[in-house]
């Protein structure tokens, strides 16, 4: 395949919210561009960018998958190109559950096209892939598809969409027909008409505007032509004379606008019936920047943002490093990095370091991924993204490049797990294979998180959301041939302290020949809340010696994972060892921290221990008329509403909710309001767990644990 420079490569974010139809988008633009031979739907099961067993069967995307096409601009108002353009979508999910899957890769995108549902508005994934684009700094377009539906409708869309996002949403066209009649859209830049055949080649036939339609098309033009030269003093004046602008310079100005954030624009779709496919890969080629016009790349010298800024121009002048935004793990070709060329041109064979790891890694075989299919070509610019097989340790959110240019690109925000489920194996086989397999899973998703509970012995999987968990499972046995059981989702309390206490550990033992002494007295005292585990060595004259003090810090932590109150993990705390004995023959390793667990225990006592509960950031989209059902329920689940918002004729209301109170939301919200609503939750922060709750909380967890060694047995 051939290689693109960076001029003409684009690389776009497919996001929205779920069902709004980004991938049957994606798939009638691959069919639009020729790179499908027919066109793929998602009901069949057959688009290019939903290939994933579950992803079929359940009618979503759960991932991001990549796919592209090759276009040279046609019809009117396209600068007439000899050379084509590659274009990269990158298919985000549209799910909630799912979103951070989306957040970590559209750091890949120059620009994101947001695709918005004609029928119900901006939705509350929509505010969330718009912020994404905002925290990565990307100019967006708006996308309204189903346009052919029943209840479709431009005039409310688009209201909704500047309500949202305010009044730089220009509309760059005008639809012809509604609901099952919409066959075509009136070209605002061009001022002509693009009609369309229902389920073609997605390639426009250009005729004159309808009669009915000249005034509303005229004054759309106008309002366009201002909102474009209203940031730049020369298209202004060039207005203000004529009275309009020529079509050249309002697409010149238009790009400005769009590249500089000014604009939003927004065009129309029916990507089930290949409708305004053509227009939208034109837009992309003529307005959207290319990865240079970003301007420069920057990281830092050391890994975790830390040492100097370092900068690198988008060129294929400058040293090479990639970024690895996304790992997947097939049983046949084993890890496959997807990533994008931040700066050099990086040539088949080539030898890269990785700098977050410190390891060399050697790219044969460069993909560039049409779905689940790599395509091989001998290099990529800087700017394009590609993928790569069997590296030996690389995995997301990897810097790598040229030994001598050492750069660490700063990864993707990933929230904390909302719902922790106690997953049980089948079968011994199962239990034996179960690590591996979600290894690998682990590799390719980071919003999950994998743990056994020390005590109970279960395995913990954490997760977005019970759909996320589900999955997860069904791509243990799909994929790995293991069968595990989910149990109830486990709330992850934590203990902490609220007061400072002062308390000596002392193990002695004597059993003939060496005997185990460790004396060692702690303070511990409470850090504010996120502030996890601190440990200070303030041992002066000796007392115990510096060899054995890293093994009082082990015994702390070990009992500190294990809990005092009900066995949750205690947080927030710091431990000051300042006084201890030791004995030159019976003193050890093991002595010392069985003292400093003691310790522990004893300085809880006099603490003030207490519960901690995670705090969740919760967000309910849903037609006004429940507003104050919504908001009654939260408040009743203990929730604290931090406010409300108007979206048209819909609300999104905010709140501050115990992830104890929300194990059952999604069926209670779905019952509450016929299924008209959605929400996303994200972890906030831990707080106190009121008396009585932690009461009950602490008594039901040690019923639980009945029958478990004691503390002092486990650290033995």
């Known amino acids: 395949m051939k290689s693109y420079t960076t001029q003409f490569l684009r690389n776009v974010g497919i996001a929205g919210h779920g069902d709004t139809g980004k991938t049957q988008l994606v798939s009638s633009l691959l069919y639009t561009a020729g790179m499908t031979p027919r066109l793929g739907k998602v009901a069949e099961g057959n688009t290019v960018t939903d290939w994933d067993e579950e ?37 985000t999910p549209g799910y909630s559950t799912f979103v951070n899957e989306t957040r970590a890769s559209l750091i890949a995108a120059d620009a994101t096209l947001i695709v918005v549902d004609a029928v119900a508005g901006v939705q509350v994934v929509t505010e969330k892939v718009w912020d994404y684009t905002t925290e990565y700094d990307q100019p967006r377009a708006v996308v309204v598809n189903w346009m052919d539906r029943e209840l479709a409708s431009f005039e409310r869309a688009l209201k909704s969409v500047q309500e949202a996002f305010g009044r730089a949403v220009v509309p760059l066209q005008l639809p012809i027909g509604a609901e099952k009649q919409f066959r075509g859209v009136v070209d605002l830049l061009s001022m002509k008409a693009l009609l369309y055949a229902p389920d073609g080649d997605g390639r426009a036939k250009v005729e004159e505007i309808p009669a009915e339609m000249a005034a509303a098309a005229k004054e759309a033009h106008e309002t366009l032509v201002e909102m474009v030269a209203e940031g730049d003093d020369k298209l202004m004046e060039e207005f203000f004379e004529e009275g309009t602008l020529p079509l050249e310079d309002l697409k010149k100005g238009l790009r400005l606008a769009f590249q500089q954030r000014r604009l939003v624009p927004l065009v129309l779709s029916s990507a089930l019936h290949n409708i305004g496919s053509d227009a939208i890969l034109n837009l992309i080629v003529d307005v959207f920047p290319d990865p240079a016009a970003q301007g420069k790349a920057s990281g830092f010298k050391e890994a975790g943002g830390k040492g100097n800024p370092v900068e690198r121009k988008i060129s294929d002048s400058e040293p090479l490093s990639i970024y690895v935004f996304k790992t997947l793990s097939d049983p046949f070709a084993g890890r496959i990095n997807y990533f994008k060329v931040m700066s050099g041109v990086l040539k088949n064979d080539a030898t890269l370091t990785d700098f977050t790891r410190g390891t060399s890694e050697r790219f044969q075989h460069l993909h560039v991924m049409q779905g689940k299919t790599g395509v091989e070509l001998a290099e990529l610019h800087s700017g394009d993204l590609g993928a790569i097989a069997k590296l030996k340790e690389t995995v997301t959110g990897d810097s790598l490049g040229d030994k001598g240019s050492p750069i660490h690109y ?23 294979r179960i690590g ?27 997760g977005s959301g019970q759909q996320h968990i589900e999955v997860v499972v069904a791509k243990l046995r799909k994929r790995f041939k293991v069968d595990v059981m989910l149990k109830p989702p486990k709330v992850p309390y934590r203990e902490t302290i609220r007061a400072k206490a002062d308390a000596e550990g002392k193990h002695k033992k004597q059993t003939g020949g060496h005997g185990q002494f460790g004396v060692c007295r702690v303070r511990i005292e409470p850090l504010p809340r996120g502030a996890g585990f601190e440990f200070v060595d303030d041992i002066f004259g000796g007392s115990i010696p510096k060899n054995y003090i890293p093994s009082v810090e082990k015994g702390i932590r070990a009992a500190a994972d294990r809990g005092y109150l009900a066995g949750f993990p205690v947080v927030d705390f710091r431990a000051v060892l300042y006084d201890g004995k030791y004995h030159d023959v019976d003193s050890s390793d093991m002595a010392f921290k069985i ?57 999104v209301v905010k709140a501050q909710v115990p992830f104890a109170e929300m194990l059952s939301y999604a069926t209670d919200l779905t019952s509450m309001t016929q299924g ?41």
């Open 55 to 91: 992803e079929i069967a359940r009618k979503i995307s759960i991932q991001t998958s990549l796919a592209f096409a090759e276009w040279a601009p046609s019809g009117p108002g396209s600068e007439k190109t000899p050379e084509k353009t590659k274009i990269n979508f990158l298919d």
């Open 595 to 651: 003292a400093g667990s003691l310790a522990f225990k004893e300085g809880m006592k006099q603490a003030r221990p207490s519960l901690l509960e995670p705090i969740m950031h919760v967000e309910v989209y849903a037609p006004e008329q429940y507003s104050g059902d919504v908001m009654g329920d939260l408040s009743s689940r203990r929730g604290r509403i931090s406010g409300s918002e108007a979206r048209g004729v819909n609300v």
């Open 676 to 716: 008209r609503a959605s929400y996303t939750m994200e972890f906030s922060h831990y707080d106190f767990v009121p008396g009585e709750i932690a009461e009950k909380v602490i008594a039901h967890a040690k019923a639980e644990r009945q029958g478990q060694l004691t503390e002092d047995e486990e650290v033995a």
């Open 436 to 462: 591996l397999g979600i290894h690998k899973i682990l590799e390719e998703d980071l919003a999950l998180r994998f743990s056994r509970d020390p005590q109970t012995k279960e395995f913990l999987l954490a």
């Open 410 to 432: 700063p990864l993707a925000h990933i929230p904390e797990p909302a719902i922790t489920f106690a997953i049980e194996p089948k079968t011994r086989a199962d239990e034996d």
